[in-house]
């Protein structure tokens, strides 16, 4: 059956010696709110494991159409080494200098940029009009202070105003320095660089430019690479051209510049990235005259997390922000017309955007294990780490690329900022001489503009049976409201995924916090809906256990959640459960 959409026409007539994966790798995934990892690692020239074969195939960012930087000066041996420059590493910079504090670590990321966090460019910095919006800094390669974190700021739902990189460029040293004296103490960021060979034994590895590099500890934290789809990674130049996934800075800049003067833009993929960008971009062709359109196969957005009722309600919610939401359709084709890219879906549908933006999912990056002879997970993906996250002697795995036992869960690997952020501080911690046990429950957010939001821990799988409580909100339950309490009483919103980052807080920036936030929640007040679902807790359940917990626009009780989950008893009733979250409470 043929179709026609509004701005369309119808259409026209490595794995392991010992183990090798054969499927797409299955995570729990909140995409790039997850931001775990930069890719630090590379098949490019070396001997290193294929990606699993798929149906769907990695998509190169906008970051990778870079030049090849010149040379950088590398020190023969380091003490620590981190391969991957994203969240992950951070952290493990955070958790090595609290025990070492006079460490020599040197980082390997693939992308232009400092470690920066990822939610913001999904999230927070879509929320200014047109035009108001930072812009990133320079795509310059020097390998210091290649970032300003003024060049590239974003106001959080509780008006304080803060950088997405993590620390600015004044806080590294220059790799050079650390090869000019091996007194010399810090941490040096080489960034446009891929390593592309690690061997354990010689502990030793090898750059894209041929250099080589020793170590005592290595960390591996190469996150993940976006899936694109194969109908259109084999479509025609014009239409690769005005198709890419988000992921980096670059592709925000480019999203960002793309979508100033009323194009259109269709989003595959109906998940946390591609139901958040619609919402963002929803809004803002309000303003340009622009459309968006978002496109998936699932029943409604967020349809793999939420159970179908909410998912539902969440579509309608997305519809309402001026997206044209098209369900149940995937998309198998894709043409050049002349002015315009046309997407053909299953359903016979046809449709026209200017751009593309693809958000169908992240696998994790383990080109390495050929060369390092580390073991993947076969289902999963990722490297098969132990409980302290070390894949063999003096190599550690920490973020998207991880694959760890949890003892009330089983195995699993999380695409979770959180994850990043506390994985990679014990991996930290314990290349520096901890011993440490990775038990952490990551918890996990989504915010579809300052009224709705919801905070996730555990196994949050819409297969899963699931109970839940709801009642009415009140004026005090949104995202805006939430996070403007949080800051009035010096306590942080979401605490896992905002420690040690970045704040700047003049008397001019508190005045603005203020005015900000009660501009925030005075808009979110006019959206409250009494007939929606205004505020709930969803038990997952496996058997009698709960195994996961969806907080909907209830905040601040992550700490109880991730308990229960910890507990791992079996509950008949769940109506006490419930009570511990203070629903009904004013």
């Known amino acids: ?16 010696p010992e183990s090798t994966a054969t499927a797409t790798p299955v995570a729990e995934s909140s995409e790039v709110e997850t931001e775990s990892t930069s890719s630090g690692g590379s098949s490019d020239g070396s001997s290193s494991a294929p990606v699993p074969p798929s149906d769907e195939t990695p998509a190169a960012s906008s970051e990778e159409t870079s030049s090849t930087p010149s040379l950088p000066e590398l020190p023969s041996h380091i003490t620590y080494l981190i391969i991957g420059a994203g ?29 920066y966090m990822r939610p913001p460019l999904s999230k927070e910095l879509w929320q200014g009009k047109p035009g108001e919006e930072t812009t990133a800094s320079s795509s310059s390669t020097e390998e210091v202070d290649l ?28 790799s050079s320095a650390l090869k000019e004296s091996e007194k010399t103490t810090g941490v040096a960021v080489v960034t446009g660089h891929r390593v592309i060979d690690l061997n354990p034994t010689k502990q030793r590895v090898t750059l894209d430019t041929n250099q ?22 084999a479509a025609s130049e014009e239409v690769r051209d005005r198709t890419f996934v988000f992921r980096s800075i670059a592709d925000y800049r480019r999203l960002e510049e793309l979508t100033r003067d009323g194009k259109t833009v269709a989003i595959v993929g109906g998940g946390f990235l591609g139901s958040e960008l619609a919402c963002a971009l929803g809004k ?13 196969p699932e029943s409604g957005n967020m349809a793999r997390v ?24 995937a998309v198998v084709g894709a043409r050049f017309n002349g002015s315009r890219v046309e997407l053909s879906t299953s359903q016979g549908e046809s449709i026209e955007a200017d751009n593309i933006v693809v958000a169908v999912g992240l696998r994790p990056n383990t080109q390495l294990a050929g060369s390092a002879r580390l073991e993947l997970d076969e289902k999963r993906g990722g490297f098969l780490v132990n409980s302290e996250l070390e894949a063999r002697s003096n190599v550690w795995v920490a973020g998207d690329a991880s694959c760890f036992y949890d003892a009330n869960l089983g195995r699993r690997r999380v695409e ?25 429950q990551s918890m996990f957010w989504s915010d579809l503009g300052p009224e709705v939001g919801y905070e996730a821990i555990g196994v949050c799988d819409s297969s899963l049976p699931t109970v839940a409580v709801w009642a009415k909100a009140t004026k005090q339950d949104t995202p805006a409201a939430a996070a403007a309490a949080a800051a009035e009483g010096d306590s942080a919103l979401r605490s896992e995924t905002e420690e040690n980052a970045t704040a700047q807080s003049s008397s001019s920036q508190q005045a603005r916090v203020a005015e900000t936030a009660k501009e925030l929640v005075q808009d979110a007040e006019k959206k409250v809906d009494p007939e929606s679902y ?10 009698k256990k709960v195994v996961g917990i969806l907080l909907w626009n209830v905040f601040n009780r992550m700490p109880i959640a991730r308990q229960i989950i910890s507990d791992a008893e079996d509950h008949d009733d769940l109506t006490h459960l419930a009570k511990l979250f203070k629903l009904h409470d004013e």
């Open 1 to 16: 059956m043929e179709g026609k959409l509004p701005g369309g026409t119808p259409p026209s007539s490595s794995p392991a």
């Open 87 to 115: 969240t992950a590493a951070f952290s493990a910079i955070r958790g090595i200098k609290k025990n070492d504090p006079n460490a020599r670590i040197l980082v390997i990321g693939d992308e232009a940029h400092l470690p």
């Open 147 to 174: 970032a300003d974190p003024e060049d590239l700021r974003f106001v959080q739902w509780n008006g304080r105003d803060r950088s997405v990189f993590y620390e600015p460029g004044s806080y590294y040293i220059s």
């Open 212 to 233: 080589t590099v020793s170590y005592n500890r290595c960390l591996i934290a190469t996150g993940g690479e976006p899936i694109q789809l194969p109908s259109l990674s």
């Open 284 to 296: 803002r062709a309000s303003s340009t005259g622009g459309s968006v359109v978002q496109v998936f």
């Open 306 to 329: 939420l159970p179908t009722y909410l998912s539902e309600w969440t579509t309608r919610k997305v519809r309402n922000e001026g997206v044209q939401v098209v369900t149940h359709s």
């Open 416 to 440: 979770h900022h959180d994850h990043a952020v506390v994985s990679g501080r014990l991996a930290g911690e314990n290349m520096a001489g901890q011993q440490k046990t990775y038990v952490h």
């Open 534 to 543: 205004g505020k709930g807790v969803i038990f997952y359940m496996r058997e």
